[in-house]
């Protein structure tokens, strides 16, 4: 496996993350355990804001929360200096709770409820994200009765859509999110943002996939976000002081995949945006962008015992753990590869092909198709890297199966910053109606 960040394997033979023993952090918070290298999303962060202040743009990165919004990470990212997207009242919640500071929250989504614009619009957010003309109208009508003035980006699809490891050029993008430019969409609601009263039109956002490895299809997208920039402010006399890049810059999950370091990703799109801006506007547009995996991913492990196992002679040995798709459902959703190594065993070399099945009634909660691994036990740790992001923030109940802790770790010291679910917990929203509840069975 792959040791990101300060992973090491110490004298004793185990996986150490941040200076913590995996053996001693599963004596005291038991697994699953989802553990986060407080040190690695510090310098992710970093990298971030220090490529930025290289460009000499004015910009704003803004941890895209979806991808693991817990208090102490909202915390975290607040003190790195980074700015906040959330896309449900459950992550404004999260974050007002922590207190982030509001005029850094930007609001997305494509279905924004009229709570929502309100609990935002109260809290004085930064800014929304508008998705489309519904949300458009509902956005002016709830600002004028609170006589208030909001910021608004508008979400364009510039056409270009990236997949994992190549990216797509359409000319009509199929997609629920956003204006579309080349329809010409964008330019009719610029038109509408810019007529309202209680609006204020800051620029445009595009977000043109997740888990990119390549600067080409950024690049592109700034071309086609600059030539809308241009018969804007020809066609309307409007200028976007902010261009929003979105996020989905790529990380390291499995021996193969090749991401670039945060200052390529970053140089390439302020090189764009000064190359295509510069003929347009007298100043440049300040840069947003939106990393969410690439700022926790690689930071996260998740920690698990090996139970129960089934080998078919010559077909496959299923080695079974305490958690599965319910602490990780990336496999079962988008056939996501993870890499694995026998934490408590982390010296030995492998001896075998297996496979990491979960415990849930689901053939298809597999963590892991085929990794190699010394012979494991009942009892034995396995660990599962770069699973921070998309994985707490995804887990689920199915088979009320409680959610696992989070534990930060760094320079040795372990803190508790998500509990593990109890069993109380599992029924807290339960209800039985007093009809039923009195009933007994008929014998
Ligand atoms: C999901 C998403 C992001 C973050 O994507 P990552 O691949 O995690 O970097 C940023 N912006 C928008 C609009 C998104 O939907």
């Given at each position: 496996m792959f040791l990101h960040g300060t992973s090491r394997i110490n004298d004793a033979g185990h996986l150490e993350i941040g200076g913590c023993d995996v053996t001693e952090l599963k004596a005291e918070y038991g697994t699953p355990l989802y553990i986060l290298d407080e040190q690695l999303v510090r310098r992710r962060c970093r990298e971030y804001m220090e490529a930025f202040t290289a460009s000499g743009l004015g910009f704003q990165v803004a941890y895209a929360s979806k991808a693991f919004s817990i208090m102490a990470m909202v915390r975290l990212v607040d003190e790195e200096g980074l700015s906040l997207d959330v896309v449900s009242d459950g992550e404004l919640y999260t974050a007002l709770q922590a207190g982030f500071p509001a005029g850094r929250i930007h609001f997305h989504g494509n279905n924004k409820t009229p709570d929502e614009i309100e609990m935002a619009i109260d809290a004085g957010i930064g800014c929304f994200v508008v998705d489309n003309l519904v949300e458009l109208g509902l956005l002016q009508a709830i600002a004028a009765r609170k006589e208030a003035t909001v910021n608004v980006l508008l979400r364009v699809t510039p056409g270009v859509e990236a997949h994992t490891h190549e990216y797509t050029s359409t000319g009509q993008t199929d997609s629920k999110f956003g204006f579309d430019i080349g329809n010409g969409a964008a330019y009719e609601a610029v038109k509408v943002a810019a007529g309202q009263p209680n609006l204020k039109l800051l620029g445009v956002h595009s977000h043109i996939g997740s888990q990119i490895f390549e600067t080409d299809g950024f690049q592109l997208a700034v071309e086609r976000v600059a030539g809308f920039a241009r018969s804007v402010k020809e066609g309307l006399n409007v200028e976007f002081q902010v261009v929003n890049l979105g996020g989905g810059f790529g990380i390291r999950y499995v021996e193969g995949d090749t991401p670039l370091q945060v200052s390529e990703y970053v140089g390439a799109i302020s090189d764009a945006v000064k190359t295509y801006f510069a003929g347009i506007y007298s100043k440049l547009p300040q840069i947003w962008v939106e990393p969410g995996r690439s700022i926790v991913g690689d930071a996260g492990t998740t920690l698990y015992t090996v139970g129960t196992q089934k080998d078919i002679p010559g077909v496959r040995k299923y080695v079974a753990v305490d958690g599965g798709m319910t602490d990780n459902p990336r496999p079962a959703l988008y056939q996501s590869k993870y890499e694995a190594l026998l934490a408590n065993r982390a010296d030995e070399a492998a001896t075998e092909t297996v496979s990491i099945a979960g415990k849930c009634c689901e053939s298809g909660d597999m963590l892991i198709w085929d990794v190699e691994l010394p012979e494991a036990n009942s009892g034995d740790l396995l660990a599962v890297a770069?699973?921070?992001?998309y994985n707490y923030s995804m887990a689920s109940n199915y088979n009320r199966i409680r959610r696992p802790a989070v534990v930060f770790v760094q320079n040795g010291q372990s803190d508790l910053v998500v509990r593990r679910e109890s069993h109380q917990d599992i029924i807290v929203n339960d209800i039985v109606p007093a009809r039923i509840a009195k009933q007994t069975v008929a014998k």
């Open positions: 770069c699973t921070g992001a």
